[in-house]
């Protein structure tokens, strides 16, 4: 199993301004992904982040507005840039363990809002 | 493109009733579904996994089915309670990430 940290919990931002999320896991982990979830809605995937490399965005996200670091095989990190009232949201991040049968975990969210 | 449906939307049962949560997906290519709890403005708690392999998967009151040829996953609750109150998410995976329906919202009343 793995246990998911991520910080902040919560913000309130302004307008214009980036806040960057951080995610850490407490093992290694092969695969670890970013989702949103809209007030009201279900989770969508932004991207995965690949380790060393580029992230993958899903369609509708790009990497302008959502920069994605992931340095290692245990932390993550999801910027939201040029924040709008409409990226107020909760980010989650999630993990595999090892292949992609596996099960998929999650941290506890971080509640975005932004006036 | 993986679809994921759930109903109903939102269910209201009372105390000690034993009742049931639908999923459907468009998509039977899949390696496993995973049924999600999340409290409301919390994160997701996983609740069971099937491997696309299985037909059921059962944890303590909770037990879900799979029917990978029709699309289709059920998850039972026996003797619901008050602290079973929470949306209940489905999501599938196969060469992507999880996809997630939209949640079914439970109430239980005491």
């Known amino acids: 199993s793995a246990v998911i940290s991520q910080k902040p919990s919560r913000d309130i931002c302004q307008r214009g301004t980036s806040l960057t999320i951080q995610c850490q896991v407490d093992?290694?982990?092969?695969?670890m992904f970013w989702y949103r979830q809209q007030p009201g809605q279900s989770l969508t995937l932004i991207a995965t982040?690949?380790?060393?490399?580029?992230?993958?965005?899903e369609s509708g996200f790009v990497i302008d507005k959502f920069p994605i670091s992931r340095p290692n095989l245990t932390f993550s990190t999801l910027t939201v840039s040029n924040m709008s009232p409409e990226d107020s949201s909760i980010y989650l991040c999630?993990?595999?363990?090892?292949?992609?049968?596996?099960?998929?975990?999650f941290g506890p969210g971080t509640r975005l809002t932004v006036l | 493109k993986q679809e994921v449906t759930q109903i109903p939307a939102a269910l209201s049962v009372p105390e000690g009733e034993n009742l049931v949560l639908n999923c459907s997906f468009t998509d039977s290519a899949i390696y496993n579904l995973q049924w999600f709890r999340q409290d409301p403005g919390k994160g997701l708690t996983s609740l069971l996994l099937i491997q696309s392999s299985q037909r059921e998967q059962t944890s303590g009151r909770l037990n879900a089915s799979l029917d990978k040829s029709s699309g289709r996953s059920t998850l039972y609750i026996a003797a619901s309670q008050p602290g079973d109150s929470a949306t209940y998410l489905c999501a599938v995976t196969g060469n992507t990430p999880l996809v997630f329906g939209k949640g079914t919202r439970l109430s239980v009343i005491a």
């Open positions: 982040a690949n380790q060393g490399s580029e992230a993958t965005y």
């Open positions: 093992s290694q982990v092969t695969m």
């Open positions: 999630s993990a595999k363990t090892g292949a992609s049968t596996d099960t998929q975990y």
